[in-house]
């Protein structure tokens, strides 16, 4: 494992909710971090274009936009409405110069599982084109099977490979997130799976809360949780990614505190315990 610093550091700004995108990439900036990926939301308050601007002239590198997906729906007409939502999303993320739009992939209660990952995979297979066409790459992200309800159907790294080996393009991939894959035992042979396919596009990290306080919005800093966090970036590294390691924590408390200050402690987890 490469020696501790701060080069490959990545912050999502849904870590960092209560700053407006542009004090946030101050914040980070001042903070000496690297990376940025933006939430997909964070760019609404100014716009796509002068969202842009202000990331471009930043000095950060823009990792990745999330999100988008959201793929599976009872009705037609909705499943066009996500195709359109799609498209948009690849637009905007080559706007603000992310290569990568990560895929929250969706699910609806009510449609059996297999038929979902039917919507997701056809729904990819649909906007992939577009992707192309404007040089964006496309990365599923699987979640925890608590959100396969109504948020994703894919809830194992195999599933999502699984997927990615029936599209057969080089322009999607995973993105491997430990907070919703550390529980699986097929973890490491999953991950080393989609490393031959040369399909680990982003990684996220954070911890898990022992015990969680709320599913969605008690992620823990690394390092206050219970996953092992040094041993899934080894077998990520083992199977190839040297990219960007971005911190996503969802939390209603952090969010209360001073955020500058919060930066810090960001920091000095990735550092010791990422």
């Keep these: ?57 930043s000095g950060l590198k823009v990792v990745s936009l999330c999100r988008g997906g959201f793929f599976p729906a009872p009705a037609k007409s909705d499943r066009q409405k996500a195709l359109d939502d799609n498209r948009l999303a690849i637009d905007e993320a080559r706007a603000i110069g ?71 393009s080089p322009l999607v991939g995973v993105t491997i997130d430990v907070y919703h894959l550390w529980w699986d035992d097929q973890l490491e042979a999953q991950i080393a799976r989609a490393g031959r396919a040369k399909s680990i596009f982003s990684y996220h990290v954070c911890d898990w809360r022992s015990p969680t306080r709320d599913l969605l919005l008690d992620r823990a800093l690394m390092g206050e949780g219970c996953i092992p966090l040094r041993q899934i970036r080894s077998w990520v590294e083992n199977a190839g990614f040297d990219g960007m390691i971005e911190v996503e924590i969802f939390s209603t408390e952090f969010w209360r505190l001073n955020q500058l200050e919060f930066l810090e402690r960001v920091k000095s987890a990735y550092l010791e315990h990422a």
Excluded: F
């Design 1 to 57: 494992m490469a020696t501790a610093s701060l080069s490959r550091l990545c912050i999502h700004t849904v870590t960092t909710k209560p700053l407006a995108l542009p004090a946030a990439v101050s914040a980070y900036r001042h903070a000496g971090i690297a990376g940025i990926t933006v939430w997909r939301e964070a760019l609404a308050a100014l716009g796509v274009k002068e969202s842009a601007r202000i990331l471009a002239d």
């Design 98 to 168: 992310a290569p990568l739009l990560v895929l929250v992939c969706g699910a609806v209660p009510g449609i059996p599982l297999p038929d979902a990952r039917r919507h997701i995979a056809d729904g990819i297979a649909a906007v992939l084109p577009h992707a192309a066409k404007l040089g964006v790459k496309l990365a599923v992200e699987p979640l925890h099977p608590m959100y396969a309800d109504t948020r994703s159907a894919i809830c194992t790294l195999a599933q999502a490979n699984d997927i990615i080996e029936k599209l057969h």
